[in-house]
């Protein structure tokens, strides 16, 4: 799982606030763990931003992320310190999810 596939998979989900489709470049990837990936999106329609968490199995381990820019790599580096407590939220909330991005979208 690559990010191209990650940001093509963004690409069929659509706003929840105006319905515009998001597109490659409003996709930005915050940070993985394992296979749980940390998204940020930015609508071009209606510029509001969402943060998205998607699990993408592919029955090996995820490789590396290699292609961002440096300081995309920086900020990532920052960003991804994730707790216990992050851990606990983030094992309750994927219990919940269904797997509908639009919904998360429209909260
Ligand atoms: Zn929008």
Same mark, same amino acid.
């Given at each position: 799982m &690559? *990010?191209?596939? /990650?940001?093509?998979?963004m690409?069929?989900?659509r706003c929840? @606030?105006?319905g !515009?489709r998001?597109e490659? !470049?409003?996709?930005? /990837?915050?940070?993985? %763990?394992?296979?749980l990936w940390?998204?940020? $999106?930015y609508?071009?329609?209606c510029?509001s931003?969402g943060? $998205?968490?998607?699990?993408? +199995? *592919?029955?090996?381990?995820? !490789?590396l $992320?290699? &292609?961002?820019?440096e =300081? =995309? %790599?920086? +900020?990532?580096? *920052? /960003?991804a @310190? $994730? &707790?216990?407590? &992050?851990?606990?939220?983030l094992?309750?909330?994927? +219990? !919940?999810f269904d797997?509908?991005?639009?919904r998360i979208?429209? +909260?």
């Open positions: &690559d *990010e191209r596939l /990650i940001k093509r998979l690409m069929a989900v929840g @606030v105006c !515009e998001y490659g !470049e409003n996709v930005r /990837i915050l940070g993985r %763990y394992s296979d940390f998204l940020s $999106v609508c071009p329609g510029h931003q943060l $998205v968490a998607a699990v993408l +199995k *592919e029955g090996k381990l995820p !490789e $992320v290699t &292609d961002l820019a =300081e =995309e %790599y920086a +900020k990532f580096r *920052e /960003i @310190v $994730v &707790d216990a407590d &992050d851990m606990l939220d094992h309750n909330f994927l +219990k !919940e797997g509908d991005f639009s979208f429209s +909260k």
